[in-house]
């Protein structure tokens, strides 16, 4: 990914917040095949961390993975920038956004370690579920399970990127901070949460 040294996301566990924050990414394989899915990170695991996941038994796309390389991106939140918010003039549209892109090996997994994987995604997104069992009952459970296949990806690279303009001017700055928090669409205000969250692109010193 391309990455401006200003727009470098380096520390290690800001990336891994971004995807704890961030979870259903796209998994890429060298075969150009593309899986979205949610993702568990397990931080401690490995010298950057482990994804688990798991493929529909259906999806061809687990049957080559075992063993090779995938990447996987996490986006976060986006939005359109219009030049009519920057105080410098002439200026152009922009795209401003996050990302978080992992590269690693895959494992798949035997039933057992996949069902650890689904209740492990379960805990992260919804955890009452594994307490009351009337609703995902064990039989049931059991009988998707072998529907499913589980993987595991350990970390060999990250890369993050924020483009939010932090380079730009205070004032450009504070113009975009501004039209984006007073806008009525969510993705617009979700990215200046993420803004005022990371203190960049803001103008605020």
Do not use: C
């Not at 961030?22 to 010298?47: C, I, M, W, Y």
């Not at 997104?125 to 595991?152: C, M, N, Q, S, W």
């Amino acid at each position: 990914m391309y990455i401006p040294k200003a727009m470098k996301m380096v520390d290690l566990a800001a990336q891994h917040d971004f995807i704890d924050a961030h979870g259903f990414a796209a998994v890429v394989s060298a075969d150009l095949q593309a899986t979205h899915q949610p993702l568990v990170l397990h931080r401690e695991e490995g010298k950057l961390g482990t994804l688990y996941g798991h493929f529909a038994r259906g999806n061809p796309h687990w049957e080559n993975l075992d063993g090779q390389d995938a990447l996987v991106i996490f986006s976060g939140p986006h939005a359109y920038i219009s030049p009519t918010w920057y105080a410098a003039k002439p200026n152009v549209p922009t795209w401003n956004y996050a990302a978080v892109h992992v590269t690693g090996r895959v494992s798949l997994l035997n039933a057992e370690q996949t069902l650890a994987v689904v209740e492990d995604t379960v805990r992260q997104y919804e955890p009452d579920l594994l307490a009351e069992r009337t609703v995902i009952t064990d039989a049931y459970r059991d009988k998707l399970l072998p529907a499913i296949v589980g993987f595991r990806l350990e970390i060999t690279q990250l890369e993050g990127k924020q483009k939010l303009g932090q380079q730009r001017s205070t004032a450009d700055q504070r113009g975009v901070f501004a039209a984006l928090s007073g806008s009525k669409r969510l993705d617009d205000q979700a990215l200046a949460a993420y803004m005022a969250a990371t203190g960049l692109g803001t103008g605020e010193v």
